[in-house]
């Protein structure tokens, strides 16, 4: 889901020339520039792929404003002064969760505090100024009062460090006592109740603080708009350059938060990208693991075959905290994973991870990205060994189909069964009559996606032959190199390989790597094989306390 087309574009990967020079004042690299080899297909790719947007023809909400947002909050805010805030600053801004936890042990604030803190930020910078970045489109009314109850339950060993935090939803993922819009206008009353892993989340004390924009439809809807943007949440900005830099999606709302501390942390979800691209682009980690870790009912869909939740931190060990906090079996989903792993799997002992001896690939056209090889310098200087390789000559047929054939049974079936029942569409043609009521408000870049899924008339036996061509491809692209070098990891960029780890169902974590001269966020993505996140995890917290390469978005500080 990106402009990056996270969704979907990525399932290219870069040619040499594209993505190299990391240093040079440049336009970034956007996958529209990306290529399969040796790939026939008569997919229209370059609808979803990224477009280098510099003006748009929406940026604020037309159907949300920053006062009814708020009306409810306002009230419950009056005991939160500026010197409140400037106090509470230098102990909360960047500050990771183990640390958060401290300080409220310590009794230097509350779990009201912190909840109100971050409210105060979003109030203060997200929408209708000149630093407003629209990356969140609700608030839980519910909130200030849950995290005063957080404040009278003593924090008791066993318990799970999610428990106090607020943490935003991508706003496809369902929420009591919220709406779940998808960013779309059709779904502006779809009031429901839990997603499994927001009941996850709450089960271990977490506070969901609200709902974080996205790219429509999870990307999957215009073809022609900008990542980020949403007729319900307008069009996020990057806070590292508004305007300029690509927020990423379609998770866009999620990594903005997350990178501007909005938030603790946040949720997005991913398809081919969604997540790795928004946490490439905004300097967080993000994590997109292994098909069915993570439970996908009551998040409205793209594809029963990709889809997945995962977790955006500003730090590998918050990412770590959170992935212990929403994984785990859910009956409901046909792809669960009975991991049958004790809480604290994902964070415990991660400070003692190593790299050394450890065997990485690294896609040889990538080295003429200064970034990448300075990063594999460091990973070499913790005892890593690098193996220069190259790419298996495969590509991913048929995968935009893929999407479109999913998508048109997935989506009537979220809303039979997880929608409000007050909400009479269900059919991808319903959602196409009701957005040309208003286009301009609904659609002003088009529904070209949708049409492309209206019209794709593929049966279930083509499915499944997509599916297994796909999915035999991704597997093979990363499995004959690793075993041919006996590699534990496979280093990308950005969301360069996404493509290939949705169809094979890999995990793959992005971490903050640097930054281009005109201030570009980048990312060093790790990947590997099936139910290694705890790997990935140790892999990647090396770097970033080697590295130390995350840089906080200046203007809000």
Known sequence: MTKYLTLFLLFF?????????????????????????????????????????????????????????????????????????????????????????????????????????????????????????????????????????????????????????????????????????????????????????????????????????????????????????????????????????????????????????????????ETSGSILSPASSNSIVGLKPTIGLVSRTGVVPISSTLDTAGPMTKTVMDNAILLDAIFGVDTSDPKTIDALLDNGFYYENLKNASINGKRFGAPKRLLEDSLYVRALEVLKAQGAVIVEINEEKLGLPNFLRLLNLDMKKDLPAYMEAYANKDIAMRTIEDFMAFNLKDSLTSMPYGQNLFKGIANDKGDATFLERIKDTLKTNGRQYFDKPMRAHNLDGFLSINNYHAGFAAVAEYPALTVPMGYQDNGRPMGLTFISSRLREKQLLEWAYVYEQASKARVAPKDYN
């Open 13 to 269: 990967i870069f040619s040499c020339k594209d993505a190299s020079k990391s240093n040079e004042a440049r336009t970034p690299i956007s996958e529209s520039e990306t290529v399969i080899d040796n790939t026939n297909t008569d997919d229209d790719l370059s609808a979803i792929s990224t477009k280098d947007f510099r003006e748009f023809k929406v940026l604020d909400s037309k159907l949300i404003t920053k006062t009814e947002i708020w009306e409810r909050i306002n009230p419950q805010m009056e005991d939160l002064k500026e010197a409140d805030y400037n106090r509470l600053k230098p102990l909360i801004l960047e500050s990771d969760i183990m640390t958060l936890q401290k300080h409220i042990a310590d009794g230097k604030f509350n779990y009201e505090q912190l909840t109100k803190f971050y409210l105060y930020r979003i109030r203060k910078f997200d929408r209708e100024n000149d630093l407003s970045l629209n990356s969140v489109i609700s608030i839980n009314p519910n909130v200030i009062k849950e995290a005063r109850e957080a404040d009278g339950t003593e924090f008791e060993e066993g318990m799970h460090p999610i428990f106090g935090m607020p943490i935003l939803l991508k706003d496809n993922i369902n929420a009591a006592n919220m709406v779940t819009t998808a960013g779309a206008a059709a779904l502006m009353n779809n009031k429901t109740g839990d997603a499994v892993l927001t009941a996850k989340l709450k089960s271990k004390g977490a506070l969901i603080l609200g709902k974080a924009n996205l790219s429509e439809w999870a990307y999957f809807f215009c073809g022609d708009c900008p990542s980020g943007y949403s007729a319900v949440g307008g069009q996020t900005l990057n806070p590292y350059g508004r305007r300029i830099i690509d927020t990423g999606g379609s998770s866009s709302g999620s990594g903005v938060a997350v990178s501007a501390n909005f938030a603790a942390a946040a949720i997005g979800s």
